[in-house]
């Protein structure tokens, strides 16, 4: 007969610690009980368990004490904190260290059912699948970057993704999905820039039947869709400010309430955003609020640009090569690859794919030579021993480069933004996150 999950309550309050034994009693688990760190250190070399629910404040330290301890000695436990009402800032602490979840007081028993079942389906690192969302590359920027993917999906931490456009920010978010303990339910990704404003709360929340012309049914929102789950928010920061204002609410509360409907209703999901555009500057600038920005970037990973591991160009090609080929047999002559490993890649990966797949429409037979890449005009890398003109580090060199490009272009245009976009073969939108990115007037 398999034993039941133990669990280890750390609490000082003995009525919510009976509470706890109670209602996990009821789920077919195992619990001990510890009213102080010195205890909880004590049960944890003494026994082993499956779970730890830890207050942050204990007689005799904080709860963050239980979970570095637990994370120097058995890092594959999950460890979840109960905070003060209102006390987000230990909450955020405590996420940013390592915990898996938390839980604000007074404890809500459906919230803390969800969260133990969430948390006893956390994999053990040893049985992660390496095919989970594919991110190609063994470059030292990539090999860190599923380092920290690994360590990502053992919490329910919400993610902030930055990164270039087409550098991997949707990948990155789904292989965090895939590793963790909600890879059963449905990874939603919600494109944040490509629903007109007038219908955001509805899509986002759902709607009643008859809430408005043409409801004839109920509707459920992305948060519905994604219960269990994993809502990935693309391109976050194009959120408009009055919808800010409902998300922070639905990621505080842990509820939704329909258009139309009187009633709230609780849902389950992990928040990852992400976005190409500098948040702090735009909360600077008033553009994004503060408050939703400290929510959404509990962890923040960088995605690298494919600047910055040109060794990982040549395998991503033959990689992308498979899979638009369907099967045959494609090569790349030794000049075009040449040309993909100095071409800067503005676009990343995304790019690297749009040209591969113009080049399999251009090749004649299973061969793609220099001319059938057919590359855009731009500033190609080259590496430091081989040009002098490529003064201190490749990104500073870059952004000098695309500054003077985009000066040229308003002058040209007399400062028309749109006739100035046009010119340069890039949308107003790209142009105008060019222009604050580099800090031109």
């Known amino acids: 007969m398999l034993k039941a999950p133990r669990v280890l309550l750390v609490d000082d309050e003995p009525d919510l610690l009976d509470l706890m034994e109670i209602t996990l009693a009821k789920m077919g688990l195992d619990t001990r009980r510890a009213a102080s760190v010195s205890e909880a250190n004590r049960l944890l070399d003494d026994e082993h368990f499956d779970l730890c629910l830890t207050d942050m404040r204990l007689t005799d330290g904080s709860g963050l004490e239980v979970l570095q301890r637990i994370g120097e000695r058995h890092p594959a436990m999950p460890v979840a904190v109960i905070t003060a009402y ?38 053990e690192k040893d049985n992660v699948g390496a095919a989970a969302g594919e991110l190609l590359g063994e470059s030292p920027p990539m090999q860190e970057i599923r380092k920290q993917i690994g360590k990502l999906a053992r919490t329910q931490a919400p993610v902030h993704i930055t990164g270039e456009s087409g550098s991997g920010k949707e990948l990155a978010a789904r292989r965090i999905h895939l590793l963790g303990s909600r890879a059963d339910h449905a990874f939603v990704p919600v494109n944040c820039g490509a ?3 007038t219908l955001m709360e509805s899509e986002f929340f759902g709607y009643r039947k008859g809430a408005f012309t043409g409801a004839n049914a109920d509707h459920e929102g992305f948060f519905q869709a994604a219960s269990g789950g994993t809502l990935f928010l693309d391109e976050v920061a194009d959120l408009p400010l009055a919808m800010q204002v409902k998300l922070l609410r639905a990621i505080q509360e842990k509820k939704v309430r329909r258009v139309g409907a009187t009633q709230e209703e609780p849902v389950d999901v992990r928040i990852i955003s992400a976005t190409h555009q500098k948040l702090a500057k735009m909360v600077e600038s008033g553009r994004f609020r503060q408050d939703l920005y400290y929510r959404l970037n509990v962890i923040e990973l960088n995605m690298p640009s494919l600047r910055e591991r040109p060794e990982d160009i040549a395998p991503l090609a033959l ?22 490993k100095t071409y800067a890649f503005p676009g990343n990966v995304r790019e690297l794919e749009n040209i591969l797949e113009r080049a399999l429409a251009l090749a004649d037979g299973n061969t793609i030579h220099a001319g059938d890449l057919n590359l855009a005009p731009g500033p190609a890398f080259q590496p430091a021993n081989e040009s002098d003109s490529v003064p201190g580090n490749l990104q500073d060199y870059l952004d000098k480069v695309e500054r003077e490009a985009l000066i040229k272009a308003l002058e040209q245009t007399r400062h028309n933004k749109t006739a100035a976009a046009r010119l340069l073969g890039v949308t107003f939108r790209s142009l105008r996150y060019r222009l604050e990115r580099l800090g031109i007037e």
């Not at 909450?91 to 919230?111: H, R, T, W």
């Open 195 to 197: 629903i007109p404003e």
């Open 86 to 123: 209102g006390n987000t800032g230990n909450a955020v602490d405590a996420l940013k260290a390592g915990a898996f979840d938390y839980l604000s007081k007074p404890v809500a028993l459906d919230q803390l059912r969800t969260l133990i079942k969430t948390a006893l389906k956390v994999p």
């Open 319 to 340: 990689a992308l090569l498979g899979k638009l080929s369907h099967g045959h047999t494609l090569h790349l002559d030794a000049e075009a690859l040449r040309l993909l």
